[in-house]
């Protein structure tokens, strides 16, 4: 069974980091391209960043509004997904989840879901 | 961007009706677009791949089509398990979009 648990949210100032996890199980985690989405209270979900497998280079892509703050890394060895958040607004409050992004037809779509996990950014 | 405008952005309906909810691109983006459900407190579940492949394990009243810019999730009879927040999504080009959501409500 695919499984994704994500850990490390919490309450933090703006201007701080935090960095959240996400613990994969039940599929081959280095075969797969990784997202994480979140979705700020009460509102839609949006779209933070991706990471192509190692055979990609690990590269990412990245929302706007996270990029040069945000930075998303892998550690196959683990089956674990990373996400480094620095100098955080008041605005990136929200759940984060962690999604596996499945290659289906001629794309890739976010098949599986972690429970996410709540940030907030607030003094 | 790619931007996506759903709608409506709420709907009131019964169980048994056809519910049909609208996602317009602001460009061409082919059948690259997702279907997903929301529940309240819970993670997203895909409905639909690729504007109408039905992912594994969903319900065959829900139905996906269009192509280009304009597409729609189908709901042939609701059921009290389908009362919920659906989102379109885009992977045609970076960053992927969402739409805005479209929430149904029980009548």
């Known amino acids: ?14 201007g701080g980091s935090l960095r959240l996890s996400c613990a994969a199980s039940g599929f081959t985690f280095s075969d797969h391209y990784m997202d994480w989405v979140r979705q700020a209270p009460g509102k839609g979900l949006e779209w933070v960043g991706r990471i192509r497998m190692k055979v990609n280079g690990s590269t990412t892509e990245y929302a706007a509004s996270v990029k040069g703050r945000f930075t998303i890394s ?32 001629q794309g890739f779509y976010l098949d599986y879901w972690g429970q996410g996990t709540l940030v907030t950014a607030s003094s | 961007d790619i931007q996506l405008t759903q709608s409506p952005s709420f709907l009131s309906a019964s169980v048994g009706d056809r519910v049909t909810i609208t996602c317009r691109a602001s460009q061409g983006i082919s059948s690259s677009l997702a279907w997903y459900q929301q529940k309240p407190e819970k993670a997203p579940k895909l409905l639909i791949h690729t504007a109408s492949t039905l992912q594994s394990g969903v319900p065959s009243r829900f139905s996906g089509s269009g192509s280009g810019t304009e597409f729609t999730l189908t709901i042939s009879s609701l059921q009290p398990e389908d009362f919920a927040t659906y989102y379109c999504q885009q992977r045609k080009s970076y960053p992927i979009t969402f739409g805005g959501g479209t929430k149904v409500e029980i009548k």
């Open chain 1, 74 to 105: 892998r550690d196959d060895s683990k089956n674990s997904l990373y996400l480094q958040m620095n100098s955080l607004k008041t605005e990136d409050t929200a759940v984060y989840y962690c999604a596996r992004a499945a290659r289906l037809g």
């Open chain 1, 1 to 14: 069974e695919v499984q994704l648990v994500e850990s490390g949210g919490g309450l933090v100032q703006p």
